[in-house]
């Protein structure tokens, strides 16, 4: 079963944000809990987990891309 990873809130003041660097890899496993993805807001890196156990099956967006809110970003192939 796969899950589509979206972009969460993380700028209370906007709904878009720059997408900074995947800290795993396509075909690497993920637990929930570990830091996935790194964006970068009003010239903050923040570091954002998976909610999900799997393998990082597909990456949708690549480094420097703006990112909405609700944006599908990463595929997970669920455990």
Same mark, same amino acid.
């Given at each position: 079963m796969q899950q589509t990873v979206t972009?969460?809130?993380i700028n209370p003041k906007s709904d878009e944000v720059i997408f900074? %660097?995947?800290?795993k890899?396509?075909?690497?496993?993920?637990?929930a809990g570990e830091v996935?993805? $790194?964006? $970068?807001t009003d010239k903050v890196v923040s570091e954002v987990e998976s909610n999900f156990?799997?393998?990082l099956a597909e990456t949708? %967006?690549? $480094?420097?891309?703006?990112?909405?809110t609700g944006e599908?970003?990463?595929?997970?192939?669920?455990f």
């Open positions: 972009m969460p809130k900074g %660097v995947w800290t890899n396509v075909g690497d496993t993920i637990a996935l993805f $790194e964006v $970068e156990n799997g393998v949708l %967006v690549k $480094e420097n891309d703006a990112v909405k599908a970003i990463a595929i997970i192939d669920l």
